[in-house]
């Protein structure tokens, strides 16, 4: 089969339908752009920035038939992509369907038996996804290929050897005209420009930027694609060339750096702003980082002053990085490797030289207790920092989901992964606390926070939470038709490793507001 006769089809799904912003699929991005650069032609199903919904979607579906259709998402939208799988497996049986990203990858024998998906992608996509579709356009075989698994045909579940991580300074840029690119412009500008005060006459224009990937460390609740690989960053001039064609090209003027985690260290930091502020290009950005990276005494006050100073100068407007608990002994048992005084000298360092901080908290963790979760809210007061919140939500490939299985909290894990949506969501209570004692006690923690800080949050926005109720322990031993699954709308979906906070939450105390600001640059 010649590469014009092989018909493909890339699935964009959407974790948040209707949502009033949208991000730029950075992932997926990159992929398509390998593809179409090696001379594959395909279509893409953007559901995200069309919203396409459910039955427009089984309508496509029913009328496009394809050879092969490669999809991918985080896997808290696992129930929707096994959906996605059997309705286009019921209308074209022998279309191969390609799934990847953590929705397949950090669970690929338990997707591959329960989706109707014929590979799983493991780990990152690029290579792996060409490889799939040069082989199968030359018709050879598939089984040699690295970074996959598959159902043999005597229902051998099999996964083959780790494909070596990649050179991300020898990927090219995203093209992002494969995509309706000013329709994302245009509902993104507001969208993770955190720490900007808009003006009216400047009004943001927001682009990502992927910088690194993967993280140098192992938290137990934390899953990310390139969990397997070394963490790995490109170079800054790799980085500028880029941001300076999205500037010029699409007059951006916001980069957001979307990693996992976009500095591990000083020098790696240092060097990046050093680059950006000799470029003599002008943009404000932000990006992810540790708690240690400002706060941790192994280099001297000094020393990360100095290089917290040029981030400001460099354009940085604000930082994301992830406290999770105010209590050591939880913080040990998350594998976070810091000390809560590293998150309040950061947050100390990070306001004095004039960058916002955002920040996330995970409840739930086994030994939470009341006086914990009143630990994490004290040190948020004491800094001005009010965090997205989220309880524990244990994902695949992770310590903590090990833990549930091992401690029967888990009895079916497609069961459970059909159930689970947003770490907003009391999914699964691993504690000794009821249900509605540990609700209570973060939903009352956050309202005293609002308070004390002065924010005026509305109590949806406190932890904007939406389905505990669907989704409480007594739905995980269901037994569920993978034939006939109905979508289950998800809120935004948070990664926790993503460099993404809710742009009403995770607010320094006296910052203004980004979505009050966006109101009035409305009028």
């Known amino acids: 089969m010649k590469k014009k006769d092989l018909k493909i089809l890339f699935v964009i799904p959407s974790l948040r339908l209707g949502s009033p912003t949208k991000f730029l699929p950075v992932g997926i991005g990159s992929i398509l752009t390998v593809i179409k650069q090696h001379g594959f032609n395909f279509d893409v199903l953007d559901i995200d920035i069309h919203n396409y919904d459910d039955n427009y979607v089984e309508q496509f579906v029913s009328n496009n038939q394809y050879d092969i259709v490669l999809t991918g998402c985080i896997v808290t939208h696992y129930k929707w992509v096994k959906w996605l799988t059997h309705k286009i497996r019921k209308n074209y049986p022998k279309t191969c369907i390609i799934v990847g990203n953590s929705v397949a990858g950090s669970c690929p024998e338990v997707f591959l038996r329960n989706s109707a998906a014929d590979f799983s992608v493991i780990g990152e996509g690029e290579l792996t996804c060409l490889d799939l579709l040069c082989k199968l356009r030359d018709g050879l075989p598939t089984n040699n290929i690295q970074g996959i698994a598959f159902i043999d045909d005597k229902d051998n579940f099999v996964q083959t050897e780790k494909r070596i991580a990649c050179n991300i300074n020898d990927l090219p840029m995203v093209d992002w005209e494969i995509l309706d690119v000013q329709k994302y412009l245009e509902t993104s500008d507001y969208a993770g420009a955190e720490g900007l005060v808009v003006d009216d006459t400047n009004p943001p224009r927001v682009m990502p930027v992927s910088t690194a990937r993967g993280c140098a460390f192992k938290c137990s609740f934390c899953h990310y694609v390139f969990w397997n690989d070394p963490y790995r960053f490109r170079k800054p001039s790799s980085v500028l060339k880029e941001i300076r064609r999205n500037i010029e090209q699409y007059g951006a ?53 100095e290089v917290a100073e040029k981030f400001k100068r460099a354009g940085c407007l604000n930082v994301g990085f992830s406290l999770e608990s105010g209590n050591q002994e939880i913080l040990d048992m998350m594998n976070k490797k810091i000390k809560p005084e590293y998150f309040q000298e950061q947050v100390e360092i990070m306001k004095d030289v004039g960058i916002t901080c955002s920040t996330s908290v995970v409840f739930g963790y086994p030994i939470e207790t009341l006086e914990t979760i009143n630990q994490t809210f004290d040190l948020c007061y004491n800094t001005g920092v009010y965090p997205s919140i989220g309880y524990l939500l244990p994902l695949p490939y992770t310590g903590m989901y090990k833990w549930a299985i091992e401690n029967d909290y888990i009895k079916c894990e497609d069961t459970y992964l059909d159930s689970i949506s947003e770490r907003q969501d009391l999914c699964l209570n691993l504690t000794k606390l009821e249900d509605k004692e540990i609700m209570y006690a973060i939903s009352t923690g956050a309202e005293n926070l609002n308070k004390k800080m002065g924010l005026g949050l509305k109590p949806d926005k406190l932890i904007k939470t939406g389905g505990y109720r669907k989704h409480n322990k007594k739905t995980f031993n269901n037994v569920i038709d993978p034939t006939n699954i109905k979508r289950k709308e998800n809120d935004f979906s948070f990664n926790y490793s993503e460099a993404l906070f809710d742009i009403d939450l995770g607010v320094e105390k006296n910052t203004k507001n980004l979505s009050s600001q966006k109101e009035k640059g409305k009028k």
Not at 278 to 285: H, Q, R
Not at 290 to 304: E, I, M, Q, S
Request: glycine share 8%; net charge positive.
């Open 253 to 305: 003027n916001y980069i957001n750096f979307w990693d996992d985690l976009s500095f591990a260290g000083i020098q790696q930091a240092e060097k990046m702003v050093d680059a950006i502020l000799g470029s003599g290009l002008k943009f404000n950005w932000n990006a992810a980082i540790r708690v240690d990276l400002f706060g941790h005494p192994r280099n001297t006050y000094k020393r990360r002053r």
